[in-house]
């Protein structure tokens, strides 16, 4: 009987991967994380920098032998799909995701963008029960994302913009020489949402600040910020307040310092992603940030956290950690250790549940609302080497000195998510 050759060959090396290497062992199959991010066009360094966090998390959790299930233990693994800054390709992304058999995303810069894939998630699975997937944020910020829109498959890891605004006026009510504020942010719902909060807030905390600005501006297409800058310092205003991130961050602090403003900057990203560098000396005590964490927190395990990810990236341009993302992972592990299931509904159960401590940072996820609730700290841009500045910024000899840390009790905001689980 004549066999086809193609047949022979596959047949041959079939008996080859078992006779000839009876010693190889299956490896079980990962468990999947898929980022959704922009990882082409001018925001692609965050994407890229939010995968190496996610990257790092992940051999963390696998170094201990990775996620422990009854069937056999499985090692935790993170896709990168590319959103390429535009909403219709995250969501193709996502249906790509879903496709390819992977029941967890993650994705967090642009609330825009989280809104969106909120809203073809909560439809998927209420479509598709048996393949349905969980949605971890790590930065998307906008508050409306726990309160009016909250959803059973949405987990929050960041301090949404509210809470985060509420750090920084701890900071600005102590600051006497602060008599104005100009507030710009980026024209979505987030920019929108800081913006919003900051009114509220200067006027209950420091009614006698006077806005002497207020504006928005497209996202990521200002690729000259002279004109706002000369307006900012135009204005006479003695702090700058903003959510930018990004490029329009360093582009807008760049050309506040070329503009000869002098006064403050109170920012939610001002201590990551070029912007100290931007500024220089200008930037030395006139750059305030608000985080989860900071490297300068001046704790041993915090700086053994800090020490660890830049062994694992040396490069000063690769300086980008976050404990958020940390903690984020640390808690899907947990969460589908606790339901033994990659079952959505029963880690979904297990999530809402989580309480997670590394390296002295410790946060816990709240039920009602799925909003993550963490210590927040707010430093001071300095030069390395001052007091409480060990470590600096992407190599680029500047730092951030806490000078205030809010109590995950006090950082908690009240919520008015209606949750609705499944079956209900």
């Known amino acids: 009987m004549h066999v086809p050759r193609r047949r022979v060959l596959k047949s041959a090396a079939a008996a080859l991967s078992v006779t000839a290497f009876p010693f190889v062992a299956a490896q079980p199959a990962p468990v999947r994380l898929a980022m959704i991010e922009t990882l082409s066009g001018p925001f692609a360094n965050t994407g890229e920098a939010v995968f190496r966090n996610l990257v790092w998390a992940a051999e963390r959790v696998n170094a201990r032998g990775g996620i422990k299930l009854s069937g056999g233990a499985r090692p935790l693994a993170i896709a990168r799909y590319d959103s390429k800054g535009q909403n219709e390709e995250a969501l193709s992304a996502l249906r790509s995701a879903i496709?390819?058999?992977?029941?967890?995303?993650?994705?967090?810069?642009?609330?825009?963008?989280?809104?969106?894939?909120?809203?073809?998630?909560?439809?998927?699975?209420?479509?598709?029960?048996?393949r349905r997937a969980l949605y971890l944020n790590y930065s998307a910020v906008d508050p409306i994302l726990t309160n009016e829109r909250c959803s059973f498959w949405h987990f929050r890891f960041d301090a949404h913009a509210d809470m985060r605004m509420a750090a920084l006026m701890e900071v600005l009510r102590e600051d006497e020489t602060v008599k104005s504020a100009y507030l710009i942010g980026?024209?979505?719902?987030?920019?929108?949402?800081?913006?919003?909060?900051?009114?509220?807030?200067?006027?209950?905390?420091?009614?006698?600040?006077?806005?002497?600005?207020?504006?928005?501006?497209?996202?990521?297409?200002?690729?000259?910020?002279?004109?706002?800058?000369?307006?900012?310092?135009?204005?006479?205003?003695?702090?700058?307040?903003?959510?930018?991130?990004?490029?329009?961050?360093?582009?807008?602090?760049?050309?506040?310092?070329?503009s000869g403003f002098e006064g403050k900057f109170y920012t939610f990203y001002g201590n990551a992603l070029g912007a100290p560098a931007a500024l220089g000396d200008a930037g030395i005590g006139k750059v305030i940030a608000v985080a989860d964490w900071l490297p300068n927190l001046q704790t041993a395990p915090s700086e053994t956290f800090y020490q660890a990810f830049r062994q694992r990236y040396s490069k000063p341009a690769d300086d980008y950690v976050h404990m958020r993302m940390q903690?984020?992972?640390?808690?899907?592990?947990?969460?589908?250790?606790?339901?033994?299931?990659?079952?959505?509904?029963?880690?979904?159960?297990?999530?809402?549940?989580?309480?997670?401590?590394?390296?002295?940072?410790?946060?816990?996820?709240?039920?009602?609302?799925?909003?993550?609730?963490?210590?927040?700290?707010?430093?001071?841009?300095?030069?390395?080497?001052?007091?409480?500045?060990?470590?600096?910024?992407?190599?680029?000899?500047?730092?951030?000195?806490?000078?205030?840390?809010?109590?995950a009790a006090r950082a908690e905001m009240p919520t008015s998510c209606q949750m609705v689980r499944p079956g209900a």
């Open 99 to 130: 496709d390819d058999g992977v029941g967890f995303v993650a994705q967090g810069n642009s609330s825009a963008t989280a809104a969106a894939l909120l809203d073809a998630l909560n439809k998927h699975n209420e479509r598709e029960p048996k």
């Open 186 to 258: 980026q024209d979505y719902s987030f920019g929108q949402a800081v913006l919003r909060e900051a009114r509220r807030q200067l006027q209950a905390q420091r009614p006698d600040v006077a806005i002497v600005g207020d504006e928005l501006h497209p996202m990521g297409r200002v690729k000259d910020f002279l004109p706002y800058a000369a307006k900012i310092k135009a204005s006479g205003a003695g702090a700058v307040i903003t959510g930018n991130w990004g490029n329009d961050l360093t582009l807008l602090v760049k050309a506040a310092r070329e």
């Open 327 to 407: 903690l984020m992972v640390e808690a899907l592990a947990q969460a589908i250790e606790k339901a033994d299931s990659l079952d959505a509904v029963k880690v979904g159960a297990a999530l809402e549940q989580a309480h997670v401590t590394l390296y002295g940072q410790t946060g816990r996820m709240r039920a009602s609302d799925h909003q993550f609730q963490q210590t927040l700290v707010v430093g001071v841009m300095d030069r390395q080497g001052a007091p409480g500045v060990k470590f600096d910024v992407e190599g680029s000899g500047y730092g951030f000195r806490v000078i205030k840390q809010v109590a």
